[in-house]
Structures are given as C-alpha cells and as structure tokens.
C-alpha cells in the first residue's frame, strides 16, 4: 500500500498477514532496502508512545529517521499541512508519519490531483478523535498472541469513548473479524453511533464474562465545554467505571486487561494493577515496535522501497 492511515480497509488476511510480519520482526528478523529511505516523524499533538515506537520501528528497519519539531517550524508562520508535507516531499523525504488534532487531515495529503504532485507514504500515528491504526493493530497483535483468534471473543472497550480514536479503530476492526463486542463507561461519553457494533451493559455486568477488558483514557484535553468535565471526579469515576481490585478479583482466569496509555492511575485503572498479572499494558507497548515496523514494510514495499526478507 502507498499509505497506511486507517483500518478501513483491512480484512482478516491482511490483519493475519501483518501480524505475521510483526512476529518475524519480533523473533529479530530484517528485511532488505532497495536504497537509503529517509522518514519524518511529525506529531503535532503530544506523544510519548506512539512517537517514540515509531522512531524505534524505523531505526529498526534501518531508514533514516529526520527530526521534525512542530514547535520550531513554519507551521507557526502560517504554512499549511500541505505545504510542510511538499516541503519534505521536495527535500526527498520519502515517509512521513504524522499524528494530527483534525479527524482525516491525510485526505488532502493523499487524494491524487491532476495539479499537485505531493507523492509521499504517508503513516496515520492517530487523527484527533478518528483513527489510530497502530494502536489498533498493536491490540490486535497482543490479542493474537494471547487467543490464537479474534471471533468469538468477548472485549468490552470502557470509558471516554467518544474521544478516543483507539476504541474507533478497535471497535470498527475487531466487529469485522467477528470480536463480540460490549461498551460501557459513562453514558456521556458514549453515542448510540456505536450501537452497530456492540451492546452498551454495565461494567459490573460484564466482568465476569469478557475476555478482554479495553480500557480507554480519559481525554480531559479534548474536553472544553463539556459540562461533565467541570464536575468531573477522578475517585467517582474510578468507583463508577474504573477497574478497581474488586472487579479484577471478578474477571475470568484467563482475561486479560488492555490499556493505549498513557494511563491516569487510579482513575480508569487501579494503580497497583497496571502491571499485575492479566495486565497486558507492557506487552501492547512492547508490541508497538514490532506492529510498526510490519506497517512500515507495507508502505516501504507499496512504494517500492524494499520488504524482501534478509
Ligand atoms: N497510545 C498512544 O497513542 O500513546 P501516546 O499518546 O503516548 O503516543
């Protein structure tokens, strides 16, 4: 594929085949590079995960990292995103992974156009509340590994899910691959957009019967003029909706608890739980890399920049 920005269009093989490709890298395998490939890392909202990861993933592969600092850049002169990605195209950039406040800022980035010449991979690192495939496929990947299958299972993805892109992408690829799917966290925060997905049932409901518990961060920065914000209680929620040491005690023996980070301890998960043994919270970062490095192989080979096994 020449980018990857959503999971719009991945179907069962696709995912089995990346994650395939995330455990040849995990078990240290290489792939070879046709040439020098040089990647920009552009994040325009805050990271520390996926920023971090995708550097990892890159130097990984051995491509040419550049350093790209939002703060520092014309951006605050009034220069467009697309400008800023011509910019980069015209220096020979040849990848770009940029995560973005706008929901879709990569339509124009990658919609070809008989009066632009824009031609560089373009890698989603997550747009405002749209999409984070990495995340998701990082999940997917700690998912696989733990069941061997995605149908059937029974995740309940909780909290602020309006304004995560992690529980969109989740929700939209684990529902294609016939994941049995249950929402809950504040009412709020929730839309009945998600209904085609799954059931909205009470976290006390459903502890006892999932498989995986997806909990989801409370987005305070995406929160102004939300009245629920101004009376937002971090000991209420965590009592409410959070995972607590009586709801771990509650889950079956062999569930496991799944969290995107960066976690607010104590309020969506107890803190003495977050490495506790169902915790997959380190795995799914550890996954991360090795995710990564499988979607930039997509884009390396769309673009024909390599992908061979070494
Ligand atoms: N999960 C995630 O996207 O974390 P960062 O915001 O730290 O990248």
Redesign the pocket.
């Known amino acids: 594929m020449k980018h990857f920005v959503s999971v719009d269009n991945l179907d069962e093989t696709k995912v089995l085949e990346l994650i395939k490709r995330a455990q040849y890298f995990k078990n240290g395998g290489q792939i070879n590079l046709n040439r020098a490939v040089y990647c920009v890392n552009m994040f325009f ?9 995708f550097e990892m993933a890159e130097r990984k592969l051995g491509l040419n990292v550049l350093s790209f600092d939002p703060k520092q850049s014309s951006v605050n002169k009034g220069e467009t995103l697309y400008d800023t990605l011509l910019t980069m195209d015209a220096l020979g950039v040849d990848l770009a992974v940029i ?1 973005h406040a706008e929901n879709e800022y990569y339509q124009e980035l990658i919609t070809p156009s008989a009066d632009k010449t824009l031609d560089i991979g373009i890698l989603n ?2 747009d405002g509340s749209g999409q ?1 495939p990495s ?1 998701c496929l990082l999940d997917l990947l700690t998912i696989y590994e733990e069941f061997g299958k995605f149908a059937g299972l029974k995740i309940a993805i909780v909290g602020d899910i309006t304004n995560s892109r ?1 529980a969109k992408s989740n929700m939209e690829l684990l529902h294609r691959l016939g994941a049995k799917l249950f929402f809950s966290g504040p009412k709020y925060w929730y839309s009945e957009a998600f209904e085609r997905y799954g059931e909205y049932r009470p976290l006390d409901e459903l502890v006892a019967e999932i498989d995986v518990l997806m909990l989801l ?1 409370v987005q305070h920065e995406r929160h102004q003029g939300d009245q629920n914000e101004l009376v937002f209680s971090p000991t209420k929620y965590h009592q409410e909706f959070g995972l607590t040491k009586e709801r771990y005690q509650k889950l079956k023996a062999d569930a496991i608890i799944m969290h ?3 976690i607010n301890r104590d309020v969506e998960f107890a803190s003495e739980l977050v490495e506790s043994k169902k915790s997959r919270f380190k795995a799914q970062m550890q996954n ?1 890399v090795f995710m990564r490095m499988a979607m930039l192989e997509q884009v390396l080979k769309g673009r024909g920049l390599g992908g061979e096994n070494k």
């Open positions: 909202e805050d990271s520390t995960r996926t920023h971090t990861s995560r690192g997550g984070h995340q992690v961060r995107p980070g960066p991360g």
